[in-house]
């Protein structure tokens, strides 16, 4: 079974924080970089974040570095995403996606509302 499911996300005040999960536990995460997007309402959809498992590292969009941390818990097959310091213009839904690196194949989660407001 190949499933990816959000999770944590709901309504916080500025500057707040807020951790979404990510569980996939059909995956064999060597095999695929993890990419966290969101979707503004209105707007198109852009990357938030992406973690390369091989290289224990992660990239970063400008509008949120220094306040988003990625990680990961291998035994839970989970990958996070705290957010700290949160704007209204945080506000979207949040998707997971994991890309295959082999066949180029993308597997999306059903998103998660995450809405800043006071």
């Known amino acids: 079974q190949v499933q990816v499911v959000e999770s944590g996300g709901g309504l916080v005040q500025p500057g707040g924080s807020l951790t979404l999960s990510c569980t996939a536990p059909?995956?064999?995460?060597?095999?695929?970089?993890m990419n966290w997007y969101r979707q503004p309402p209105g707007k198109e959809r852009e990357l938030v974040a992406s973690?390369?498992?091989?290289?224990?590292?992660?990239n970063y969009a400008d509008s949120v570095n220094g306040r988003f941390t990625v990680s990961k818990d291998d035994d839970k097959k989970t990958v996070y995403l705290q957010m700290n310091s949160l704007k209204p213009e945080d506000t979207a839904v949040y998707y997971c996606?994991?890309?295959?690196?082999?066949?180029?194949?993308?597997?999306w989660g059903q998103g998660t509302q995450v809405t800043v407001s006071s």
């Open positions: 996606n994991l890309k295959n690196m082999r066949t180029f194949y993308n597997y």
């Open positions: 059909g995956f064999a995460f060597k095999d695929y970089i």
């Open positions: 973690i390369f498992f091989a290289l224990d590292s992660a």
